[in-house]
């Protein structure tokens, strides 16, 4: 359970990042709402982080929280803000995917 609600509080990380990203692209009371849904994802999400390290290692459950919210990020980036999607930049992704995982397998 708490690596589900590990990968809850990452994508609202992500939610959180995207909040940002459209609070930049508006203005007046548009903005405002991107902003209190910013302070609802972040709330949301460090309260999870919270509990969740409480059962798991820190450095484990922050490292695969950080890194479901880079992954998503950047893809939020590439699909919501036509932001490129080059070669390399899909390569570290990738690694970063598969470092999340390994530490999924290795954590007790």
């Given amino acids: ?4 609600l590990l990968i809850i509080a ?4 992500v939610a959180f990042a ?8 508006t203005a007046g009371t548009e903005s405002i709402y991107w ?3 910013f302070m609802l994802c972040l709330v949301i ?10 059962q798991l290692p820190i450095g484990t ?5 950080t890194g479901i919210g880079a992954v998503g990020t ?9 932001e490129p999607a080059t070669f390399w930049r899909l390569f570290f992704i990738s ?10 397998v290795v954590s007790h």
């Avoid at 359970?1 to 589900?4: A, H, K, Q, S, T």
């Avoid at 990452?10 to 990380?13: A, I, K, Q, T, V």
């Avoid at 690694?95 to 999924?104: A, R």
Wanted: glycine share 10%; with cysteine; charged share 10%.
């Fill in 1 to 4: 359970m708490n690596w589900i």
């Fill in 10 to 13: 990452g994508l609202f990380e």
């Fill in 18 to 25: 995207a909040c940002l990203g459209k609070a930049k692209e």
């Fill in 35 to 37: 902003y209190s849904g």
């Fill in 45 to 54: 999400s460090m309260s999870l982080l919270i509990k969740v390290t409480q």
């Fill in 61 to 65: 459950a922050y490292a695969v929280w």
């Fill in 74 to 82: 950047v893809l939020v980036g590439i699909f919501i803000f036509n």
């Fill in 95 to 104: 690694t970063l995917i598969f470092s999340i995982v390994g530490l999924k």
